[in-house]
């Protein structure tokens, strides 16, 4: 009985599940095989599931429109190099034409003012001083040369950016009031009044305070009929001020007044320049105003001719030391009862190297133009002896 059993067990089993049975590896072979092989941690790690949130998407460079192209480079082309000059002029000319003349109002100016300095520029009529400053105000282009105003081109200027540059960069004050304030308005709405084109918030505030840095708190109500020309030319500067100009420019702003008021509205200018580091330039006939700025630019013919100078005792001194005739300079720049400084005045090459004599000099060697001179050089005293050719 008990072979038969067993008989019909063996054939109940099939053949390839022995063989599997002996080819299944033990428990221990398992884990010894496990410890031996090199397991890579990418093998042990379990298959991540795909994450249903959308991957982040690299920012692209956004291109620029053909439009904002174009201004880009339009800023590149209008914007200088920054350096210690607000003014640049280098060979500016200025040509006027009508259908049957030609003038030419400036032939080739050389010009430098530095940032925060106040100047005055002096020339008789037609000398081409008036044409300048409506150039360095925007009001009137250059025909050839180069102008740099506090880092922009004014030759590469279209007329978009001459009314921005009017608008922020310069402020103006002439000689007639009718074109600096509107008379019925008070001295305060005429000041406001710059600043509500531009929509300026604080107008009244920032009005008062103008208004008192040029000394007229007092006449903030007063309409231009009650005021004295001085005090009209002072509202006149208070509202150039009020769109936060980084020049200052003013056309003959004494040729109607007093010499008393004269001497307030330069103080004025003076204050202004000093406590706001503003860049003034004044344009004058009066030489009495222009000797008592620190620097006086004469225009003679379109071209700058001479400039002067003031110059304290310690500067000559100091200069004349180095020329080893100390006490001869100090003798003549130091006279009992006159202010400690002296004004030289300086005859200006242009860019060929040509210049233009003071008329005095000219008148007393009686010479006048096209006439030949004849010019020496010293080298050993570093002169240059100019006289009349015989």
């Keep these: 009985m008990t072979d038969e059993k067993d008989t019909v067990l063996e054939e109940a089993v099939p053949e390839t599940a022995v063989e599997e049975e002996k080819a299944e590896p033990s428990a221990e072979a398992t884990v010894e095989e496990a410890s031996t092989s090199e397991v890579t941690p990418e093998a042990t790690e379990k298959p991540k599931k795909k994450s249903k949130e959308p991957k982040e998407k690299q920012p692209k460079e956004k291109k620029l429109s053909k439009k904002k192209q174009r201004e880009l480079e339009h800023l590149q082309e209008i914007t200088a190099p920054t350096t210690e000059y607000a003014i640049e002029c280098e060979n500016l000319v200025k040509i006027y034409k009508t259908e049957q003349i030609e003038v030419v109002a400036l032939q080739g100016l050389d010009l430098k003012v530095k940032r925060g300095e106040l100047v005055a520029i002096v020339g008789t009529s037609g000398s081409g001083k008036s044409t300048l400053l409506n150039m360095l105000g925007g009001l009137d282009k250059p025909s050839a040369g180069t102008l740099l105003v506090n880092g922009r081109n004014l030759l590469k200027f279209s007329e978009e950016d001459y009314i921005d540059y009017k608008r922020n960069m310069v402020g103006f004050v002439w000689q007639n009031n009718a074109r600096n304030l509107v008379p019925y308005l008070t001295a305060e709405q005429n000041v406001e009044l710059p600043m509500l084109l531009q929509g300026q918030k604080n107008r009244r505030d920032r009005a008062l305070e103008l208004l008192d840095a040029v000394g007229l708190s007092h006449r903030i109500n007063s309409r231009l009929d009650q005021m004295s020309g001085g005090e ?117 090459l242009d860019r060929t190297g040509r210049l233009q004599l003071p008329k005095e000099y000219m008148e007393e060697l009686g010479m006048k133009g096209g006439d030949r001179v004849k010019a020496d050089l010293d080298k050993e005293a570093e002169r240059i002896y100019i006289r009349k050719a015989e």
């Design 232 to 348: 009209q030319q002072r509202v006149a500067i208070a509202i150039s001020l009020a769109n936060n100009p980084q020049i200052l420019l003013a056309d003959e702003p004494t040729g109607s007044v007093d010499t008393k008021t004269s001497d307030q509205l330069l103080q004025v200018f003076k204050d202004l320049n000093r406590t706001r580091g503003i860049t003034i330039v004044i344009v004058t006939h009066d030489m009495r105003l222009a000797k008592q700025i620190d620097r006086v630019i004469s225009i003679r013919d379109g071209r700058t001719s001479s400039e002067i100078i003031k110059k304290t005792h310690a500067e000559i001194l100091q200069e004349a030391q180095a020329r080893e005739d100390a006490e001869e300079a100090v003798a003549k720049s130091v006279v009992e009862g006159e202010p400690d400084f002296i004004s030289e005045e300086l005859v200006v």
